[in-house]
T-cell receptor
């Protein structure tokens, strides 16, 4: 079993929809949970950063961490065509150096 | 603030040839990472430098891949000889932090095609 599992999609939604993206993981040592957005032919850029459990909101984006279920989510409200990209979850240990990335979910928001 | 710079952006080589990629991190960032991203996969860490010392190279195929970071700034990643399965995007990232929880800033990547 891979340490981080992420459904690759693709996920297609109409503009204005609420999008839910998810990752599951198996390593209980993960304490840092990040979401990166990657546009085609670009490098990933950090979107959301959460330490331990709980929710974090930034504009239209909300990140949730449920450590008891080893499940993390990213919600996008009022989705826009400009949100069309691949979304990667990335998890890190408190004492570790490397980030463990999911495969990424490809999202397409249609006008 | 200038971002992470990488060159070349694209490279096509034949198998068994050698290739080198260059990365210039964000000024002042002590930590530099090289990742390999195969199509449809998330980035996989190849090597992490702290200044000019190696922190983690456990997933670097050392029989063919090598990397160096001279003077703790720029870095080069080399593949010699290349195999078909090395076709991927090679991403460089930098961070002011050493630990995994530090925010990493990625460059645009070098897309390598091995034929």
């Amino acid at each position: 079993q891979k340490e981080v599992e992420q459904d690759p999609g693709p996920l297609s939604v109409p503009e204005g929809a609420i999008v839910s993206l998810n990752c599951t993981y198996s390593n209980s040592a993960f304490q840092y949970f990040m979401w990166y957005r990657q546009y085609s032919r670009k490098g990933p850029e950090l979107l959301m950063y959460t330490y331990s459990s709980g929710n974090k909101e930034d504009g239209r984006f909300t990140a949730q961490v449920d450590k008891s279920s080893k499940y993390i989510s990213l919600f996008i409200r009022d989705s826009q065509p400009s949100d069309s990209a691949t979304y990667l979850c990335a998890l890190g240990e408190n004492s570790g150096y490397a980030l463990n990335f999911g495969k990424g979910t490809s999202l397409l928001v249609t006008p | 603030e200038a971002g992470v710079a990488q060159s070349p952006r694209y490279k096509i080589i034949e198998k068994r040839q050698s290739v080198a990629f260059w990365c210039n991190p964000i000024s002042g960032h002590a930590t530099l990472y090289w990742y390999q991203q195969i199509l449809g996969q998330g980035p996989k860490l190849l090597i992490q430098f702290q200044n000019n010392g190696v922190v983690d190279d456990s997933q670097l195929p050392k029989d063919r891949f090598s990397a160096e970071r001279l003077k703790g700034v720029d870095s080069t990643l080399k593949i010699q000889p290349a195999k078909l399965e090395d076709s991927a995007v090679y991403l460089c990232a930098s961070s002011p932090e050493k630990r995994a929880h530090g925010e990493q800033y990625f460059g645009p990547g070098t897309r390598l095609t091995v034929t």
